[in-house]
């Protein structure tokens, strides 16, 4: 069995204006994400507390093939189009999970 595959992205956004308009196309696309794609196990949004101008991304896919399939489908291609001309720069992050803290159990104490 293979480790998840995860996927760390940061858009910085050209202008802080823009960030509501980003904010719904990019929330409409996380949620069809974990909704219509089996292979998607987690697609989280985030906004650091110090960079108003920034979206960070932090997706979990079953395996880099599952992520592959997501660039392909339509609600991804549709927010890739709408929301470039908002977006100064991306960075995208491949990485594999290793410890999924929230699925372990917590050794007992005594």
Known sequence: ???????????????????????????????ASVKREPGCRRFDV?????????IILYEIYDDEAAFTAHLKTPHFLEFNTASAAFVESRNVRP??????GSNQTAPSKG
């Open 1 to 31: 069995m293979t480790n998840p595959f995860v996927v760390i992205v940061e858009f910085n956004l050209r202008s802080t204006d823009q960030m509501n308009d980003f904010r719904k196309l990019m929330d409409q696309n996380a949620i």
């Open 46 to 54: 985030m906004v650091p507390n110090d960079r108003k101008d920034q």
């Open 95 to 100: 990485c594999t999970l290793v410890c999924e």
